[in-house]
């Protein structure tokens, strides 16, 4: 019998500047989600919860960046044909500057340990290399990050890029690409100051990738399914592993916190959740439709799909 295997990762910073109210309640309503929905078992021998309670401190589920890194090693290990794996994050995500210009907007994603300040943030290629390279491609991954700038968080070679009837307006983008370029603008006549630059130089970047993404989405290989290569210089696709990611927002959008029924939560965590329990046999694209829709009623983040191979997906969630 197919073994599942889940790590929850949920980070609320407490007590510095970039504390944050719901992650670790996200953890816990999709730890409850799984356990009760889809048949995973609590057990630390197949599920390991780790967040920033005190509790945790000077343990392996204190979220650190190397406590991070072993647990993922733990997940995609050792596993059999079959085996049905969960990884979800829930906290601080950024970006960084990538100088080997092997990104259009000069930036890569990167996810916050609760000690980012002291051992640096976690880059999509380190995590794509920790996470999807060494997996057995005959296992099946589901990802969910909901974070800031986690659109290509984890460096998947195909990206669902939706047409004229798949949920994202084309002018609403190019409206959204105008505002970046508008905000830097804004941002420098209010003074000159070498961090204003940064930011100006940061917002520019991510309008860049808006309109090289116009671009490629006349001229790339964009299969029926609206399924189309990112861009990469690694060659990913070569890895031909069975990995899906949900992840918030696209890489320029920040992903919210917010508050639903009283409790602190992340947006996309309550929306994924809120939409498999109420049909929890739908196809992957017929959950992101649901999840955006779910988010558009009031908020701006635009959840996306993306995956290790030219997949189905209309194929029927396997979790």
């Not at 647990?71 to 080997?100: C, E, F, K």
């Not at 195909?158 to 190019?174: A, K």
């Amino acid at each position: 019998m197919p073994r599942k295997k889940a790590l929850l990762i949920g980070i609320n910073y407490f007590g510095t500047e970039h504390e944050l109210n719901g992650c670790i309640n996200d953890s816990e309503n999709i730890r409850s989600f799984l356990v009760e929905e889809r048949g995973f078992s609590p057990s630390e021998r197949d599920m390991v919860m780790m967040s920033d309670i005190p509790e945790n401190e000077g343990t392996p589920f204190f979220p650190t960046g190397a406590n991070i890194m072993a647990a993922i090693s733990w997940l995609v290990t050792r596993n059999q044909p079959g085996d049905i794996l969960w990884l979800s994050y829930s906290g601080h995500g950024g970006q960084v500057r990538n100088d080997n210009g092997g990104r259009p907007s000069g930036f890569d994603d990167t996810i916050c340990p609760v000690d980012f300040r002291e051992s640096g943030q976690i880059t999509s290629e380190v995590l794509h290399r920790a996470i999807i390279s060494p997996m057995n491609p005959e296992c099946r991954l589901t990802i969910l990050f909901d974070c800031c700038h986690s659109g290509s968080a984890c460096e998947l070679p195909y990206v669902y890029r939706p047409d004229e009837e798949g949920n994202v307006n084309m002018v609403d983008t190019i409206k959204q690409g105008l505002g970046l370029i508008r905000a830097a603008e804004d941002l420098l006549e209010d003074g000159f100051s070498m961090a204003k630059v940064d930011d100006a130089k940061m917002l520019l970047g991510g309008a860049t990738d808006f309109f090289n993404g116009l671009h490629h989405r006349r001229d790339e290989d964009v299969d029926e399914d609206g399924l189309a290569p990112d861009n990469f210089e690694e060659h990913w696709e070569t890895e031909g592993k069975d990995v899906w990611m949900f992840s918030g927002c696209a890489d320029n959008q920040t992903s919210a916190d917010t508050s639903i029924a009283g409790a602190p939560t992340g947006a996309m965590s309550w929306a994924f959740v809120r939409t498999l329990r109420e049909n929890p046999e739908q196809s992957y694209i017929n959950i992101l439709q649901n999840t955006r829709e779910e988010l558009a009623q009031k908020y701006s983040q635009i959840p996306q799909l993306s995956c290790g191979g030219r997949y189905d997906l209309d194929q029927i969630l396997i979790l």
